[in-house]
């Protein structure tokens, strides 16, 4: 299994094998699980103090903060599958 890894902004990387999904954080639902992950101790803050544009939900329930667009990261996992090995 290849680990493929994806930019979040500001020279951050998450896996992209372990990537649920990646959501806007305007809703009541979604402040709600940043709020868990907060209390759990799973929550990491990869805005550098930025607005919170885009929340990366992970396979061990991590939440992860990104100051780039949902759409700029999810072209991230697009882009970098594409791309031939080597």
């Known amino acids: 299994?290849?680990?493929?890894?994806?930019?979040?902004?500001?020279?951050?990387?998450?896996?992209?094998?372990r990537v649920v999904a990646i959501v806007s954080p305007e809703s009541a639902p979604i402040k709600r699980i940043i709020t868990d992950a907060r209390d759990r101790g799973?929550?990491?803050?990869?805005?550098?103090?930025?607005?919170?544009?885009?929340?990366?939900?992970?396979?061990s329930s991590h939440v992860i903060l990104s100051a780039i667009q949902p759409e700029t990261v999810?072209?991230?996992?697009?882009?970098?599958?594409?791309?031939?090995d080597g």
Do not use: H, K
């Open 42 to 59: 799973q929550l990491i803050d990869a805005t550098y103090g930025r607005r919170t544009r885009a929340v990366i939900i992970t396979d």
């Open 74 to 84: 999810a072209n991230r996992f697009v882009i970098s599958r594409e791309q031939p």
């Open 1 to 17: 299994m290849d680990i493929q890894l994806i930019n979040i902004g500001f020279g951050n990387i998450v896996s992209a094998n």
